[in-house]
């Protein structure tokens, strides 16, 4: 394989509890690579740290009370993104590595037009004078496929639907060319035929501009049709992490076979009423994670081991080495695993 | 001043210090008296707050004489402060120490009755206008948009102008009664956006009576910002009650309204400063206490930190 | 956006209309019997039939009505009972000096808060920003009159860097014609407007420094970030546009403030303006001029709120656009 | 579907919002929002109609006219036979215990100033169903139907999860023993495991209960778990409505057919062949003519009729109605 474009190393990023009290360990040791022009997917549920791992990578957590731990390492061209100065920093943002939210109605500033703040990262960046910039602006709105770009620069984000919204996110994001687009949950806040066209629209741009996607999401259906690999955290870490397929068809971490078994299905077999499985009990709160592995109180197969010792994330490969990894005793004893889980 | 004049001071004081101690034991368990008092300014000015109110409930024990008592008149007039009278004389020969701590008890009374009258007729017109909207609340809101566009001084310089003498009562009144637009304005915004919140139609699908849903599930969600404004509230009123005092159409003189007493040491400021300036300090250093109670209330109420 | 406009406008009218039946009603609830006033003081038979006769009392009170908005359209304001003068004239000789202090003012006070808050958002819980903030909160807390009479105090009457009152030297300057008495006329508005500016000033600053901490914590400056801005162009540019909406609210506010406030500065500096006016004539029971100058107050402030409404309109895109 | 068993009817349900008036109550009204535009279904008792549609389509406003949150313009709702949308006071009262409803946000639906025993205890108040102890006894019943420890009483709204919320806001509506329960997304707000446990519990609550739910959702997939029935709501209008099999077999409309093909599948093998419609969902205020989906429709047959003439509910299969000029010649 490819050198990694991406390389995160043990990324802690911890926040000071609201009463002042304690830390909340959101990321606690996450790790994982992103290859070029590949798309990845980043799962799990709210509360589970993907959002705040991409916010991460760009260092836009919160100061305070947010802070990313000494030891953390994101490397990007060879460098560590955790201890460049601002203005290197800044030189990357937006530039290289860019980013799109969940609301694309609260994330564009209301006060200016839709092709201001599209030129904006390209004078910036790219030093364009302000027509220059305007005429990518118009362009960009074009490859996002927004119709009539030359009149729609001039408007502003509230004369505009929510799909609109987000394909100018979009535009914006993409209009420096970057090597990574990190895409934090980007059809959570749309319908679902508008979740349809911008997930048709990121697959597109990514084949024609060769970027690589970090697609933080919740949801397994719109993973399993857009990425090549596949990141499941939980609990501030990751559990399982798999090319797509092979997540599929093999899930081994519990927690990624009772997500999977949650999911109500529209191809399931159809009877009405059937009954989902489920995971039983919630995600604790991250001040305070559970000793050994983190989803032992949730888990069906839990012994004295998950309770007592944190699992290492194991490889259970059956290509090459490292490409599925497991956070879970249960590799070292499979013939614990019997029944289904939740039944 | 005695010295047990000086004990009843200390002792007052103290009893600011105990009671403050005491509401932040009595509130620090919940999360909300937790963020006031995380507010750096919380705690001071509750100890101030406090201060006044005690030593103006126990006039009689921290004066030595009484606010109307011209001591002598030729000799004692703009007396600087010393140790018989720690805040001087003013042009009348009177003790301005005294007279500060009795005009605390008009100043402070003014500010909170006239504060209530406002902040009262504020929340039921308010929620009135946001339970029942349509006409009820066109009406009304119009009626506020006229009053907010009479400034409260100018409103009330035609009454006395047209009256004459107004009566203390009279007065407190009018202060509350021109007070209350921003008030409602503020209730009926709040109350539109808690009436659309889910909880409010499950009780009503429930069954719960107009009466049961806006006691019970509108005005307290509503509650914050009325608690907020009927801090700054008193605030404001003393500021006023001092401006109209200090034009001679306020308090009635020779009642020791700080405002008064600020008028009555300002003809003399150049040789005695101290009659004037000491009501001044007393006045600001009051309203800047309610301010900053205002302040950490709104950020200890904030229902938007109220899910972390 | 101009269909918005004369709505706006008519309503403004409405408003305006409003205020003076109120007046109207509380001339005539106080003067229901003038021979006999509220506190039992008698009133001379001439003085209470010329009352009568000026206020027409003796006729219906739909017609009382009816002249009283005739001669508010016609520019008639009554008679100034002390001052033996139409009421119009008085005011109008007042009302620049009382527009030159407010103004200057709002200048002070707008500029001042705007720049101290936005540097206490910047500061955020550091030194300078509590520091400022205590000040603030203090100078904001004082009455503006008191801190007239201290600066009078301190700058006039001990350190004699300015003058104690008044308009301009009416020795030096009976007209201002030259520069050096423009030059006075500043000197001696300096105080007044000094006091008026710093009491709003500092609660603009505590208003401008909570709007922008607000608007930092909002999603589209995480945006802006992400984009690689300079911090300085993400908070002047994207955080400051938006925190400034709630500024041009604020300004509308500030009208009823600064009249206000005007009422009593003006009373210390001995500036003659619309507010020492409306002060001298209630000592003198000239309730003619009380009412005008109430009137045009509420006029003033109806206007104020206009002017911010139509600037947020302007500044907002969200209506801007919306209403064309 | 109208028929005898039918536990609640709505025939002809309208209700539309005049835009907000721009000015002082006094200036024109925009354009009105056609919310919901002659609604009719029947739900038959201790069964569940899955009411499935787009945000802005007027589902959520269908659910509340019926329980009477908001008044409908006209249209009649029929519980028992009794027409909801003309009784007063008592009437109303009583009728309102047989019907209840659970909302999507489990944040916004409970009271922040009540604990969850103050919150179930109010509607045991209301309807004098239970004072003191014997409220109490029933509190923590209820509790424990719907999956929780009888300890949460002392809770606040704030120290729940999302999920246990949604618990409470469901044993709230049961509290008064109604045989109808509106509701209205409830599971949409939820982590997908949560999901799962909301959608199981009330599952077992509608057949422990006989319950009968009128079921609000955007997700097929969601609804496909818990539905008897199925109507597709756009723009306003019902545009397909039959029993849930043959909705998902096979889909008369051809928005159903689009909408059921953008639902992702966890499945990376099977991937169907996706319809991307094209362009937004117009705006209710502003209704295209003729048939409301013309423009974003990808039927091939699509002509001028579909621009003209607004196509009828009309049943195209036995039990299946659509409302499509081409239902028989589907996607």
């Not at chain 2, 009051?286 to 972390?308: F, Q, S, W």
């Not at chain 4, 109010?122 to 014997?134: F, K, M, N, V, Y």
């Not at chain 4, 689009?258 to 991307?276: E, G, H, K, M, N």
Request: some cysteine; hydrophobic content about 50%.
């Amino acid at each position: 394989m490819t050198e990694p474009l991406l390389r995160v190393r043990d990324l802690k990023t911890y926040f000071v509890t609201e009463h002042g009290s304690g830390t909340a360990r959101a990321v606690d040791g996450v790790s994982f690579d992103l290859y070029p022009g590949e798309t990845l997917g980043l799962v799990g549920e709210s509360g589970c740290g993907k959002t705040v791992t991409s916010l991460s990578v760009l260092r836009l957590i919160p100061e305070p009370p947010g802070h990313i731990r000494p030891g953390s390492f994101i490397e990007f061209a060879g460098r560590n993104l955790l201890t460049l100065a601002p203005r290197e920093l800044r030189a990357i943002r937006g530039n290289q590595i860019a980013m799109i939210f969940q609301e694309p109605m609260t994330s564009l500033n209301p006060v200016f037009t839709v092709g201001d703040q599209i030129a904006e990262a390209a004078i910036v960046h790219q030093r364009l004078s302000r027509r220059a910039a305007r005429a990518r602006a118009i362009e960009m709105l074009k490859l996002v496929g927004i119709p009539d770009p030359a009149q729609r620069v001039d408007h502003y984000p509230h004369q505009m639907s929510g799909g609109m919204r987000q394909r100018v996110m979009i535009a914006m994001a993409l209009v420096c060319h970057p090597k990574v687009l990190i895409a934090d949950e980007p059809t959570t806040a749309l319908d679902v035929t508008i979740q349809a066209q911008i997930l048709e629209l990121l697959e597109r741009l990514q084949a024609e501009l060769g970027m690589a996607v970090m697609l933080i999401t919740h949801d397994l259906g719109v993973v399993a049709g857009s990425a090549d690999r596949v990141v499941v955290m939980y609990a501030g870490q990751v559990v399982e992490q798999a090319p797509t397929p092979d997540l599929f068809a093999r899930p081994l971490h519990p927690y990624t076979v009772g997500l999977l078994a949650s999911v109500p299905r529209l191809d399931a077999p159809s009877r009405a009423r059937a009954r989902l499985h489920g995971i039983p009990g919630q995600v604790p709160a991250a001040s305070d994670w559970p000793g050994g592995c983190r989803f032992h109180p949730r888990c069906p197969y839990a012994w004295d081991r998950c309770r007592e010792e944190e699992p290492p994330l194991l490889d259970a490969s059956t290509g090459e080495p490292g490409s599925h990894t497991v956070r879970c005793w249960l590799l070292t004893e499979p013939q614990r695993r019997t029944g289904r889980p939740g039944s | 001043m005695s010295v047990w004049n000086w004990l009843a001071v200390g002792g007052a004081a103290v009893l600011a210090l105990v009671a403050v101690a005491e509401i932040r034991r009595r509130t620090g368990t919940g999360s909300s008296g937790r963020r006031f008092f995380r507010h750096p300014s919380a705690a001071p000015a509750l100890f101030v707050l406090a201060f006044f109110v005690t030593v103006a409930l126990a006039a009689p024990l921290v004066t030595p004489y009484r606010p109307y008592v011209q001591i002598d008149i030729t000799r004692l007039a703009n007396h600087a402060p010393s140790t018989q009278f720690p805040l001087g004389t003013d042009p009348f020969g009177r003790d301005v120490w005294s007279r500060l701590v009795y005009g605390a008890r008009i100043s402070l009374g003014i500010g909170a009755l006239a504060m209530l009258v406002a902040v009262t007729t504020g929340v039921v017109v308010g929620g009135v206008a946001g339970y029942f909207r349509r006409w009820v609340d066109a009406t009304l809101m119009r009626l506020v948009d006229v009053g907010l566009a009479m400034p409260r001084v100018f409103m009330l310089l035609m009454v006395v102008a047209l009256w004459d003498h107004v009566p203390l009562t009279v007065l407190v009144l009018l202060i509350g009664l021109t007070g209350w637009f921003g008030t409602s304005r503020l209730v009926r915004a709040e109350v539109l956006s808690v009436r659309e919140r889910e909880f409010v139609a499950a009780a009503r699908a429930l069954g719960a009576e107009p009466a049961r849903v806006i006691l019970r599930h509108v005005l307290p969600n509503a509650a914050a910002p009325i608690i907020v404004s009927a801090a700054l509230g008193i605030g404001n009123v003393m500021l006023l009650e001092a401006g109209l005092s200090f034009l001679g159409l306020g308090v009635p003189s020779p009642a020791p309204s700080w405002g008064n007493m600020i008028a009555d040491g300002w003809p003399k400021m150049a040789v005695a400063w101290w009659a004037s300036t000491f009501p001044g300090l007393a006045i600001s250093l009051v309203v800047m206490a309610l301010n900053a109670v205002g302040d950490a209330l709104r950020d200890a109420l904030d229902p938007r930190k109220e899910t972390a | 956006m101009a269909a918005w406009l004369v709505r706006r406008l008519a309503a403004s009218i409405a408003i305006v209309w409003a205020v003076v039946t109120l007046t109207f009603v509380i001339v005539h609830l106080a003067h229901g019997s003038p021979c006999g006033q509220s506190d039992g003081r008698p009133v001379a038979p001439e003085t209470c039939a010329a009352l009568i006769r000026r206020f027409g009392l003796d006729r219906p009170i739909g017609i009382q009505y009816v002249k009283y908005l005739g001669a508010l359209l016609r520019g008639d304001l009554g008679e100034s009972l002390a001052l033996h003068r139409p009421v119009a004239d008085a005011l109008a000789e007042a009302l620049p000096n009382t527009f030159t202090l407010t103004l200057t003012a709002l200048v002070i006070d707008f500029a001042l808060g705007l720049a101290l808050g936005v540097y206490q958002a910047a500061r955020e819980r550091r030194f300078g920003d509590i520091a400022l903030g205590n000040a603030a909160l203090f100078v904001n807390s004082m009455p503006t009159f008191w801190l007239g009479l201290v600066l009078l105090l301190l700058l006039a009457q001990w350190l004699r860097l300015f003058p104690v009152g008044g308009l301009r030297d009416l020795v030096l300057c009976p007209r201002m014609d030259s520069l050096p008495c423009l030059a006075d006329f500043a000197w001696h508005l300096t105080l007044p407007a000094l006091t008026l500016g710093l009491v709003g000033a500092a609660g603009t600053a505590r208003y401008q420094r909570a709007a922008l901490l607000e608007v930092v914590r909002q999603d589209f400056v995480r945006t802006a970030r992400a984009k690689g801005l300079p911090e300085r162009r993400v908070l002047l540019v994207h955080a400051l546009r938006n925190a400034l909406l709630p500024l041009v609210t604020l300004f509308g506010l500030t009208f009823p403030f600064l009249l206000t406030g005007a009422v009593l500065v003006e009373t210390v500096f001995a500036w003659p303006g619309m507010g020492r006016l409306a002060v001298t004539a209630i000592l003198q029971r000239d309730y003619p001029v009380v009412t005008a100058a109430a009137l045009i107050a509420s006029v003033m402030v109806v206007l104020g709120n206009l002017l911010a409404d139509v600037l947020y309109g302007v500044a907002d895109p969200r209506i801007r656009v919306r209403a064309t | 579907m109208t028929s005898s068993s039918a536990l609640v009817d709505v025939q002809g349900l309208v209700k539309h919002f005049p835009g907000e008036r721009a000015f002082f109550g006094l200036g024109r009204p925009r354009a009105v929002v056609r919310a919901v535009d002659d609604v009719s279904f029947a739900i038959t008792s201790g069964q569940t109609l899955g009411l499935v549609g787009e945000s802005g389509c007027g589902k959520s406003t269908v659910g509340r006219t019926i329980l009477r949150l908001i008044e409908p313009d006209a249209g009649r709702v029929l519980m028992d036979g009794l027409n909801l949308l003309t009784l007063g006071g008592r009437e109303l009262r009583a009728l309102r215990r047989r019907m209840q409803i659970v909302f999507q946000d489990p944040y916004g639906s409970l009271n922040p100033r009540l604990t969850v025993r103050q919150t179930l205890a109010e509607p045991l108040a209301i309807h004098h169903l239970a004072t003191g102890a014997d409220a109490g006894r029933r509190i923590a019943a209820l509790l424990e139907e719907v999956g929780l420890d009888p300890g949460f009483a002392r809770s606040y709204a704030h120290e729940l999860s999302g999920g246990q919320r949604q618990r409470v806001g469901i044993a709230r509506a049961l509290s008064v023993e109604p045989q109808f329960l509106v509701l209205d997304e409830p599971v949409s707000a939820l982590d997908v495991s949560v999901q799962a446990q909301v959608l199981n519990l009330l599952a077992d609550l509608q057949q422990r209960r006989r319950l009968t739910y009128l079921f609000i959702a955007h997700d097929l997939a969601v609804v496909k778990y818990i539905a008897d029935d199925v109507a597709v709501m756009y723009l306003g209008k019902i545009v397909e409505r039959a029993p849930a099999p043959r909705l998902y077999a096979a889909p008369r409309h051809p928005y159903t057919t689009s909408l059921l093909s953008a639902v992702p599948v966890p499945d990376p093998t099977a991937q169907r062949p996706r319809i991307v419609l094209t362009g937004d969902v117009p705006s209710p205020a502003h209704p295209p003519a003729g048939c409301p989906f013309h423009p974003r429709c990808p039927h091939p047959k699509k002509d001028a009729r579909c621009h003209t003439e607004p196509p009828a509910l009309r049943e195209v299969a036995p039990g299946q109605l659509a409302a499509c000029h081409y239902a028989e010649e589907p996607l």
